[in-house]
T-cell receptor, first 111, second 117 residues
Framework: DAKTTQPNSMESNEEEPVHLPCNHS???????IHWYRQLPSQGPEYVIH???SNVNNRMASLAIAEDRKSSTLILHRATLRDAAVYYC????????????FGQGTELSVKP | NAGVTQTPKFQVLKTGQSMTLQCAQD?????MYWYRQDPGMGLRLIYY???????DKGEVPNGYNVSRLNKREFSLRLESAAPSQTSVYFC????????????????FGPGTRLTVL
């Protein structure tokens, strides 16, 4: 299974945009890129996913590099409630939708 | 609509004891998953069930067994608990069409915190 690499931690100021990077240089052509986040003492929560094109939803935007070897999760205006561990995950095609988690990026948001 | 529920929330076992962690979902999803999360680590997949009647090993299946009882329920059994199985266990479900489930979001339960002494 292909792996992802993320910075261990990042800091942001409240109400500013946040760009969370992820490298996945061994991604295969049919792997989907998923982002989940985990608030303290809770289960992970889906944020967004995509295959090749950039994606937007009410929570965030996902920018995928043209060669698909990297992606960036964009939180447009960070709030204190966005402080969490963010996981960039590759989901192999045709394998039951399983997710292979990495270490994630711990995002702290300063007021 | 409760989503994904897990029981128990907490459990303490002695080495060698057995127990079953229960998971149920009310979203009519056909795929279910069991993960474990050790302190400071990401989640690791133990077993999954892409559809009712099928189960497959994940990254760390040793020491565990699973049963997909019906579409709603997916249980995880520890036959002889070991201290290395101290962890938080998460169950998840998603709606997939057969095995082509690489694009659907998973919904996670609140977790079971297990300590093995």
């Amino acid at each position: 299974d292909a792996k992802t690499t993320q910075p261990n931690s990042m800091e942001s100021n409240e109400e500013e945009p946040v760009h969370l990077p992820c490298n996945h240089s061994t991604i295969s052509g049919t792997d989907y890129i998923h982002w989940y986040r985990q608030l303290p003492s809770q289960g992970p929560e889906y944020v967004i996913h995509g295959l090749t094109s950039n994606v937007n939803n009410r929570m965030a935007s996902l920018a995928i590099a043209e060669d698909r070897k990297s992606s960036t999760l964009i939180l447009h205006r960070a709030t204190l409630r966005d402080a969490a561990v963010y996981y960039c995950i590759l989901s192999p095609y045709n394998q039951g939708g399983k997710l292979i988690f990495g270490q994630g990026t711990e995002l702290s948001v300063k007021p | 609509n409760a989503g994904v529920t897990q029981t128990p929330k907490f459990q303490v076992l002695k080495t060698g004891q057995s127990m079953t962690l229960q998971c149920a979902q009310d979203m009519n999803h056909n795929s279910m998953y069991w993960y474990r999360q050790d302190p400071g680590m990401g989640l690791r997949l133990i077993y999954y069930s892409a559809s009712e009647g099928t189960t497959d090993k994940g990254e760390v299946p040793n020491g565990y067994n699973v049963s997909r009882l019906n579409k709603r329920e997916f249980s995880l059994r520890l036959e002889s608990a070991a201290p290395s199985q101290t962890s938080v266990y998460f169950c998840a479900s998603s709606q997939n069409l057969g095995t082509s489930g690489s694009y659907n979001e998973q919904f996670f339960g609140p977790g079971t915190r297990l300590t093995v002494l």
